[in-house]
């Protein structure tokens, strides 16, 4: 006798929302934590009506503050790129459904415009190796969801 699999999309994923913010205060440095980052969404698991080239991700959101601008009040880039790293750190956890220790291997950005408000990074994990994970983040203003930038990720597992 055989035991039933369940199919991977119904299996109750470990982590989640709950795991992230744990993750948050023990993985990022404190300036990073520092941003004021705010993790609004973990999917491990396609969620119910998701198209077919559904991708495990999280929604990560960067408060706009005057501490993470340069002088002419627009969002830096280093804040930027912080936070779509920041994000993608939590898609891979939701895709392995738990965090491995990983570096960047390559992290590329696009800016198509400035931000001088609320950010949001949707990261996806595009492919997962034995060795390497791969991802893009886009950058979404919070209000409008309008694109404001890209970054195409590879991180190397430790």
């Known amino acids: 006798m055989t035991a039933a699999v369940e199919p991977l999309d119904t299996v109750e994923p470990v982590f989640g ?8 205060s023990q993985a990022l440095s404190p300036w990073v934590q520092d941003l004021g980052l705010v993790i609004e969404k973990v999917e491990g698991n396609r969620p119910a009506g998701a ?11 960067l408060p706009y503050a005057r501490t993470n601008c340069a002088g002419d009040g627009t969002v830096c880039s280093q804040a930027l790129l912080a936070l779509a790293d920041t994000a993608m750190m939590f898609a891979c956890a939701a895709a392995w ?17 400035p931000a001088s408000f609320d950010v949001v990074a949707d ?3 595009l492919r997962i190796s034995r060795t390497t994970t791969f991802g893009r983040v886009t950058l979404l203003g919070a209000a409008d969801r309008r694109p404001l930038g890209t970054v195409l990720t590879a991180y190397a597992l430790q």
């Not at 929302?17 to 948050?24: D, K, S």
């Not at 198209?51 to 959101?61: F, K, N, Y």
């Not at 459904?97 to 415009?113: A, E």
């Open 17 to 24: 929302l709950e795991e992230a913010a744990r993750l948050f």
């Open 123 to 125: 990261a996806r994990v």
């Open 97 to 113: 459904d738990g965090y491995r220790p990983m570096t960047p291997i390559d992290q590329t950005m696009h800016f198509l415009r």
């Open 51 to 61: 198209s077919g080239d559904w991708q495990p991700g999280a929604l990560v959101r």
